[in-house]
């Protein structure tokens, strides 16, 4: 099918069929697994997917590749849901879900955010994304590339990175590298924080002035002495503290 890229939702179609391949290795899919696409496009990982699963979901807002993936799939192999993903019920498709894409790198932050609403439902996430966002994901306490992002998602999930993807895998191909992770939920038993609100907040506060000081950018939230009982230096910068010790951190704000 002929489809010309639209800028707007973010459209560079995978084409390289050892990277298609490398995917899907990864993957592993197996016949009876529940799993869920997120931006089908041209169908370059749906075909590949549908040979070894018994069904498949996708989610797609372009009106002009849905018409081509009904064309092609028949309603028994593949179930095709209209709209947004970023509005779209995950939780609705049951549990033990898996789920893969190509995510549009002008909304993977939100769309990674909304998923890990419903973390608790899913078995494991692989997603293609801009190579910087997936290097912020699995940053280390001391990175420059530690940010809000890092901390939010690595609280929720194991994640690896897996395999790194020229521009040339792509039409068009992008300006950008890119990079295959693997995302898994933690277990239940081990999310401490007793209030993942008042734990949100201060993340966004320690990395809403990055260069400055705990003590400066959670004074508001947490005294320098209750840092100092913590055994958190309040010199420290946001890029420097660890997911547990923020979570320490949020549940000392709720004594």
Do not use: W
């Amino acid at each position: 099918m002929k489809h010309i890229p639209r800028k707007r939702f973010g459209q560079n179609f995978l084409v390289s069929q050892s990277v298609i391949k490398d995917i899907v290795s990864a993957i592993n899919p197996q016949p009876a697994d529940t799993m869920v696409e997120i931006g089908p496009g041209l169908a370059a990982l749906t075909g590949p997917l549908t040979e070894r699963l018994d069904h498949l979901h996708v989610v797609e807002i372009d009106r002009d590749l849905i018409a081509g993936l009904q064309q092609r799939f028949p309603k028994t192999k593949v179930t095709v849901h209209e709209g947004d993903a970023l509005k779209f019920d995950f939780s609705a498709l049951g549990p033990n879900l898996r789920v893969v894409g190509n995510l549009p790198y002008n909304i993977s932050t939100p769309i990674l955010f909304h998923l890990a609403e419903c973390a608790s439902q899913v078995r494991d996430m692989h997603f293609m994304l801009q190579k910087e966002v997936v290097d912020r994901m699995v940053a280390e306490p001391g990175s420059a590339n530690v940010g809000r992002l890092s901390i939010m998602l690595q609280y929720r999930f194991e994640m690896e990175l897996l395999l790194h993807v020229p521009p040339d895998s792509f039409n068009p191909p992008p300006k950008v590298e890119s990079a295959v992770v693997r995302m898994q939920p933690r277990p239940l038993k081990d999310l401490n924080a007793k209030d993942h609100a008042v734990f949100a907040r201060i993340v966004t506060a320690a990395f809403s002035m990055r260069r400055k000081m705990l003590r400066n950018t959670l004074r508001d939230l947490v005294s320098e002495a209750d840092l100092t009982a913590l055994g958190i230096a309040s010199t420290q910068r946001a890029e420097e503290v660890s997911v547990n010790d923020f979570v320490r951190i949020a549940n000392c704000c709720l004594k």
